[in-house]
Nanobody
Framework: QVQLVESGGGLVQAGDSLRLSCAAS????????MGWFRQAPGKDREFVAG????????SYAESVKGRFTISRDNAKNTVYLQMNSLKPEDAAVYYC????????????WGQGTQVTVSS
């Protein structure tokens, strides 16, 4: 099993920055594709950003391109989401997810961390 724990959420003003972290344990972190999802009240969970194991290739939702950056540090078993120029629309619970490298599925999920953006 892989356990994922998110941290770094909080309350910020519009235009501010925040960095989320996701620490993995229980299984080899290196061989997993990682992703960030978010869910706002009354809305479905949506994909935010992803990073692959093989080439650390990244992908982003159109709504966050140019503002968010996903990265990973395999030595620390941690994936990050740098969030800049935050907007009220970004407010949500952010979840870290992991899936076996090479498959388009996420098998493990964190508990979520709350991001609130005031305007």
């Amino acid at each position: 099993q892989v356990q994922l724990v998110e941290s770094g959420g909080g309350l910020v003003q519009a235009g501010d920055s925040l960095r989320l972290s996701c620490a993995a344990s229980g299984r080899t972190f290196t061989f997993y594709d990682m992703g960030w999802f978010r869910q706002a009240p009354g809305k479905d969970r949506e994909f935010v950003a992803g990073i692959t194991w093989r080439r650390s290739s990244t992908s982003y939702a159109e709504s966050v391109k140019g503002r968010f950056t996903i990265s990973r540090d395999n030595a620390k078993n941690t994936v990050y989401l740098q969030m800049n120029s935050l907007k009220p629309e970004d407010a949500a619970v952010y979840y870290c997810a992991a899936g076996l490298a090479g498959r388009n599925t996420y098998d493990y999920w964190g508990q979520g961390t709350q991001v609130t953006v005031s305007s």
